[in-house]
């Protein structure tokens, strides 16, 4: 009789507990959460490139493995992976009873399907470079997936995660059905104003998503978005610029959150064509750059200086905070000009997406350096434009939001080697690209730390880019809700957790 009794309050326990996980693991879905972010212009996720696209895809599909806050790897389409002795082969074993909003079932062959896609030159992605190193891909089993490298990386796994390594379904042609496995499923797409989400009931990891619904509705303008969030049109805006941040600080019924990052600013000058052909040009912009004032000015004292190189501080013993960018020194910015051939002064165009605090940094620097006789006329284009009409590649000067990355290896395989995808500079050096190589594949850390001090030098002495400052990535909220954990790179940010109080 006791031990019927018991059992019988062990089961009311149990029965208490599954209750209450229920409750705070969101099992009981409820609530609609809408946020504020710039249009998209890519749907297929080989090409994405904004913010909003990449939190769309995001919150549509899923990785293999991602990156979370404290920038480590977290395993997201696998259960497990092992790694060959020798560093070249990575297995990974897919999680079972994964499917794709369409019912069909996830199988090692997409995984193989996906990365081959995203790998092959022919198609033209701007991840072919970034797996280059990838020997071959193959399905070894079941649920089992093998990538075989060329040469080591030991920053092969976030590559992995980067943004646009989202697993697709085997032969997928037509991305404007958003045919994923991630957690939610789009219902409807207005593509000049909004998309609609509702909870995949189908998700592989019990209790998520906590939402029913998750909305993305358009703004071109954050002072709109930040009205609407105020007057309860939204309950979430982001990606302002910091001057408006901070007038939402302590407002009643809204939750604000900053986290550092290492996303920056970059204004760059192209080095195919002139003026930039000539590197005295872009060292007399640097010299004409006053940084603190900028920091001031602009950030508002927020995140941190910048040194022309994008291997910042966040990044500990990468980071060598014993190299100093070049003085501020507008006498000397002259003298250069001067030599290049423009005594008389140099007119060019500055463009520039009209996201976060881009607009303002343009202007500071048409005003500082119009002190040495560099006329800017500057031009603000919407991001969506800016990048989905690729002026961010073709313009002769610049200025591009890079957003923030685990490790430092992506900048310099993506945007500064020759043959680097989105090399928007056209920087080219052959005694640079060795650095990066040998930085890469690298199994030495000390080796690494030696090369990448190495790196930084160059590119504050020699590199066509200026990078003024590091930001912090911001956000702002209705706090009637809970559970968002704001990512450094904003459109990595993960909705599956955040739930209605």
Request: aromatic share 12%; glycine share 8%; net charge negative.
């Amino acid at each position: 009789m006791k031990t019927t009794g018991r059992r019988f309050w062990m089961n009311c326990l149990l029965v208490g507990i599954l209750v209450f996980s229920v409750g705070t693991a969101g099992w009981a879905r409820e609530g609609t959460f809408r946020v504020a972010m710039q249009p998209p212009v890519q749907n297929d996720p080989a090409l994405i490139s904004s913010d909003s696209e990449v939190a769309i895809a995001n919150a549509v599909y899923d990785y293999l493995v991602d990156v979370g806050p404290d920038n480590a790897i977290e395993k997201r389409l696998i259960e497990d992976y092992q790694i060959s002795d020798d560093g070249l082969t990575y297995t990974f074993v897919l999680i079972d009873g994964v499917h794709f909003h369409d019912g069909s079932p996830l199988v090692p062959g997409d995984v193989v399907w996906t990365f081959d896609r995203l790998r092959n030159p022919d198609n033209g992605f701007p991840t072919a470079s970034l797996y280059a190193n990838i020997k071959s891909i193959e399905v070894t089993g079941p649920d089992t997936v093998a990538f075989h490298l060329i040469e080591t990386n030991p920053f092969f796994l976030y590559d992995l995660s980067d943004n646009h390594a989202l697993v697709l379904k085997r032969g997928t042609t037509d991305f404007s059905k958003f045919n994923g496995t991630g957690p939610f499923v789009v219902s409807e797409y207005r593509p000049d104003d909004r998309i609609l989400m509702t909870a995949y009931d189908g998700y592989h990891v019990v209790g998520l998503p906590s939402l029913d619904e998750l909305q993305f509705i358009f703004f071109s303008d954050s002072a709109a978005a930040v009205a609407a969030l105020r007057g309860g049109q939204i309950e979430m805006a982001w990606r302002m610029p910091i001057s408006l941040y901070v007038t939402l600080k302590g407002e009643q019924g809204i939750n604000t959150v900053d986290v550092p990052t290492n996303g920056f600013d970059l204004v760059r000058l192209r080095t195919d064509q002139a003026p930039g052909d000539n590197p005295l040009v872009i060292q007399a912009l640097k010299h004409a750059t006053d940084r603190e004032a900028i920091f001031q000015l602009v950030q508002l004292g927020a995140g941190s200086i910048g040194r022309d190189t994008p291997i910042g501080p966040l990044y500990d013993e990468f980071f060598d905070a014993s190299i100093e960018p070049l003085a501020y020194d507008p006498a000397r910015a002259r003298s250069l000009l001067s030599q290049a051939g423009y005594a008389a002064g140099l007119s060019i165009d500055l463009y520039a997406p009209d996201t976060g605090d881009r607009p303002a940094l343009a202007v500071v620097l048409k005003e500082q350096w119009a002190e040495v006789g560099v006329d800017v006329n500057v031009i603000i284009e919407p991001e969506s434009i800016y990048f989905g009409e690729n002026h961010w590649m073709d313009a002769t000067l610049g200025i591009t939001n890079w957003g923030s990355r685990p490790y430092p290896q992506f900048y310099l395989d993506l945007m500064l080697a020759c043959d680097a995808s989105w090399n928007e500079a056209r920087f080219c050096d052959k005694a640079f690209d060795t650095l990066i190589s040998v930085a890469g594949t690298t199994l030495d850390d000390a080796t690494r730390i030696t090369v990448y001090s190495q790196i930084q030098q160059t590119l504050v002495n020699d590199g066509p880019i200026i990078i003024p400052y590091f930001w912090p990535q911001v956000a702002a909220y209705d706090n009637s809700f809970a559970g968002l954990e704001l990512k450094a790179f904003a459109g990595r940010t993960d909705f599956r957790n955040i739930f209605a109080r």
